[in-house]
């Protein structure tokens, strides 16, 4: 049971509506968008037009569309990785910098190798950026295990470490000669870039990547006797430990798990519309994904949903700066309004509300 201050406390419901979870997202999409409709009108913004931009421009073309599939890749790879570990309270906040490692451990073929050609290089890119990932989350792995540290400061503290490593090889051993004094690496040869999968468009085969990545979570988490672990291991930590499960095991697979999936979408983005190592590698993504993994009620059938939500809103947010002249701010606004009313929704469906008498408040 769960105390809350003055007059009210939580109680933990005997079963939790499984409608009502379905429903949560639902509802908090609805209240986002009644609270922003507010903050447009407060901001002189026309909200018809905004909402338009933002949630019905991204599927009114194929173009459009094809930039939402792949802002979904990323995102979906990442956020099911994190999934993993937050149903077993592992939190991990450093995706970040994971996908960073994963992105430089790919980009290592093709700036130390520029000639190599062959299909073989872009899948090494791709392993090889899992295992940057995963090897980055063995520092916080470590420390959570052998010396109790927490995994969030940790994995934070690491992905600051990532920027600055990615800041010292784009404008050091690895920045392109001839790329006009810009901190980027040379441009990969054409083996080195994902094939695409969609004629016409940017999307390429790391989307079906993504799902397979789901897929595979989903065997894991719902069908595995070591998911379930996970999973009881984070509601009854205490339990599992007297059954005799290794809550250090855990942690590290929880870790080596979002890292791999994070450095494997830092590969798949260098190798793909990136097509060269960039400051840019580092757009948010692994921040981002932890509002997708929450949004998705860390579940990966629902993760695909909300890995489709979020991307659509980070391309009609783009809209909407050009068009409906919002702000970039409001858009960050309604991605983490959406994610505030999911977590109090989803808690109302998990518990209820009970009024405390007022002489046990005073007491």
Known sequence: MTEL???????????????????????????????????????GKDPAAVFYAMLVEPFVSWSSFSEVLLKLTPLLLIAEGLAVGFRAKVINIGAEGQFILGAIFAASIPVWFPEA?????????????????????????????RLNASEILVTLMMSLIAAQLLNYLLVG???????FNFPQSVMFQNDAILPTLIPGTRVNVA??????????????????????QLLVGGLAPHATAYAGFSEGRAVWLSLLIGGFAAGLAGAAE???PLGQLQRSVSSGYGYTAIIVAYLGGLHPIGIIFSSLLIAALNIGGDNAMVSADLPKAAVEVFQGSLLVFYLAAITLVRFRIQWRPPQEVRA
């Open 5 to 43: 201050p003055f007059r009210l406390r939580l109680i933990r419901r005997d079963g939790a509506s499984r409608r009502a979870a379905l429903l949560a997202p639902l509802a908090a999409l609805l209240a986002a968008g009644l609270v922003n409709f507010l903050l447009y009108i407060a901001m």
């Open 207 to 228: 989307l079906i990547l993504a799902f397979v990545w789901a897929g595979l979570i989903y065997l894991y988490m719902q069908k595995s006797f070591q998911g379930y």
């Open 173 to 179: 051993p690895w920045k392109d000669p001839m790329g």
């Open 117 to 145: 050609t062959g299909g073989w290089i872009w899948a090494l890119m791709l392993l090889l950026g899992g295992i940057g990932g995963a090897l980055w989350a063995t520092v916080p792995a470590f420390w959570r295990v």
């Open 270 to 272: 260098v190798a793909g």
